[in-house]
């Protein structure tokens, strides 16, 4: 926690500058300072615990010119103090900080604590913040949500050594009501933005980065994941769309869209896709299955990036296998039916074979998510027929660009195609035909999605591509391309 709490200390300093008043007594809200304590003009309230010497000097400060010297201590508990009055309630939460020194020559841990009484007036010593305070630096000491026990009296905040002897300098001590977050301020520096996520996905790649649970859990499910990063990079490429929401919540009406004869109705969020990018929908065959890890590494390489994509299901594959077609819902995928045999031959097979293959694969969906959903179909084999055009009630995303990968295309194959689309200017609406079900498409898919993001590509859904692009849909129809 040492690096974010003190990068939040120095935030807290930096506001409180110009405050002088050591203590406020006001009715508290989020934000406000109780405490702030510079020394520049007295030792504003902060005395000895005991026999040990404190006094404010201009011989060291953290900031502004003057700090506050603590010196001839025979215990390790002597040190500066200051009694809480009536600002701070028992039982409420508080955010303490306060910068030290010391010059011993070597590291001294240090620390903020708490002096009170408990219901039974037995005194107690609580800790609030520690650090091994470094020789010749100053070190700020911070908690931004330490409780006061409940019931705790005679309370007192004071400055204090493990173990050492040595004089130390206190000074900018704060305490105040901690700052709410916004949701996605994951850093705490008031902003959302990349530096957000940066540190979001350094966490989730394992690094050790100090991430608050509170501002980071973007969808509230109390865990830490890739589905906050991709809501997180939304929140701050499209911060618009998410300051509306609390009043526009209530004056949305829902109106049935207007549909020419045969159009799909396309429901898709395009909210989070900016205006002027170009947009291309990678699609995935054959899943789900079990015993690889392909479909898990093309899900998080397109979380990473924020991206979506669609996933066209296999029915008979289906059974044993939903907890992955659960997870490309949640991350925001476009579910889709990819026919319940997938059969070599629908092309040849009459409308009761075709409404059979659609339907019992879409019914197998809908167990599943646990609704009823239109989605669209990717044809076995690309296989068309005027059967199926007349048949199906959905409309079928085909191949405007195929990756090959299912005829042994490697990784470099597989980017070198849709890189070179890219640079040609054809890759832009076009459906990418691909299957979960090759490492190579992992690799390439993992190197890709870096890649289209620099530039400029959204991947996005069959339907979001589509409904961005502003062209319909119709049911029994192939579409390679939104053009
Ligand atoms: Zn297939």
Redesign the pocket.
């Known amino acids: 926690m040492v690096n974010i709490r003190r990068t939040i200390a120095r935030l807290t300093i930096t506001a409180a500058i110009g405050l002088i008043a050591a203590a406020i007594s006001m009715p508290a809200s989020a934000g406000d300072m109780l405490l702030s304590a510079s020394f520049e003009s007295g030792t504003d309230g902060f005395s000895a615990r005991a026999s040990e010497t404190v006094s404010r000097t201009n011989a060291k400060a953290y900031d502004g010119q003057y700090s506050l010297s603590v010196s001839n201590r025979s215990q390790a508990w002597n040190g500066a103090v200051i009694s809480l009055g009536s600002a701070w309630t028992s039982g409420e939460t508080y955010s303490f900080s306060c910068a030290v020194y010391q010059g011993s020559g070597e590291a001294v841990d240090m620390k903020l604590s708490l002096q009170y009484d408990d219901s039974s007036g037995t005194t107690n010593y609580a800790q609030i913040a520690t650090d091994s305070v470094p020789n010749d630096k100053w070190t700020v000491l911070s908690n931004t949500a330490y409780q006061i026990p409940a019931g705790a009296t005679a309370r007192y905040l004071y400055v204090e050594t493990a173990e050492s002897l040595c004089d130390f300098y206190v000074d900018a001590v704060f305490s105040e009501l901690p700052t709410v977050y916004r949701k996605g301020d994951v850093n705490h520096d008031e902003a959302i933005d990349k530096k957000d996520a940066q540190m979001l996905l350094r966490y989730l790649l394992g690094e050790p980065e100090a991430v608050d649970l509170d501002t980071a859990d973007m969808n509230g499910d109390g865990k830490l994941n890739v589905i906050d990063l991709t809501l997180l990079r939304k929140y701050f490429i499209y911060p618009e769309r998410y300051t509306t929401t609390t009043t526009t919540t209530t004056t949305t009406t829902t109106t049935a869209p207007v549909l020419k004869p045969g159009q799909w109705n396309n429901t898709a969020d395009i909210s989070w896709i900016p205006a002027g990018s170009k947009t291309v929908a990678l699609s995935f065959?054959?899943g789900p299955i079990s015993g690889q890890n392909y479909a898990t590494r093309i899900h998080e390489a397109l979380t990473k990036q924020g991206f979506h994509a669609t996933f066209?299901y296999?029915g008979t594959r289906i059974a044993s296998n939903e907890n992955e077609i659960k997870e490309a819902e949640r991350r925001g995928f476009e579910v889709a039916n990819?026919t319940w045999s997938?059969p070599e031959n629908l092309d040849q097979q009459d409308a009761n074979g075709v409404m059979s293959e659609y339907t019992k694969c879409k019914d197998a969906l809908n167990r599943v998510l646990g609704v009823d959903r239109d989605y669209l179909v990717?044809l076995?084999?690309l296989k068309y027929s005027t059967t199926i055009a007349n048949t199906l009630p959905v409309p079928c995303p085909n191949c405007g660009l195929d990756s090959g990968d299912w005829s042994g295309n490697s990784a470099d194959r597989i980017i070198q195609i849709i890189q070179g689309e890219a640079n040609s200017g054809a890759l832009n609406g076009k459906v990418i035909l691909m299957?979960e079900t090759y490492d190579a498409t992992a690799t390439a898919v993992e190197q890709l999605c870096p890649w289209l993001e620099q530039h400029g590509y959204v991947v996005c859904t069959v339907s979001e591509m589509f409904k961005y692009n502003n062209k319909e849909m119709y049911a029994g129809k192939v579409y390679n391309s939104c053009w």
């Open positions: 065959d054959d066209f296999w990819h997938h990717r076995p084999y299957h």
